[in-house]
C-alpha cells in the first residue's frame, strides 16, 4: 500500500514515466526538446518557454526551440556569441536553473 505522504507526488511520477517513455522512442534532437519544454511549461504554469544549447565550444547559444512565442515577440533568449549576452553567461556559470516571470 502506498504511503499517504507520497500520494500528493503521484501525478509527477506518472509525468515523469511518460517522459521517460517518449524520450525512449525519440530519434531527433528537435523531439526529445518538444517532450522535454511542453510538460515544463504546463507544470510551471508558464505561457512560454525556451529551450537555448550551448555548442561544442562553449561559445554560441542556439534555440532549440520554444513554445508560447508568437512570431516577432521579443525575447530576452537569444541566438549568438554567450559573451554578447551578459545575463545568460551568468546563468550558464550558475549551472542551476532559472524561472522568470514577467
Known sequence: MPSPYLEPF???AKDL???TAALGAASTEREVIEIVLTPAVEA????AGIALLVD???QQLKIAGSQGYEG???TVWQEGRIEDHVLIG???RMKEPLYFET
Do not use: F, K, N, Y
Open 10 to 12: 503521484a501525478p509527477l
Open 17 to 19: 514515466q511518460d517522459i
Open 44 to 47: 510551471l504554469g508558464a505561457v
Open 56 to 58: 561544442r565550444t562553449d
Open 72 to 74: 516577432g515577440t521579443p
Open 90 to 92: 551568468a546563468i550558464l
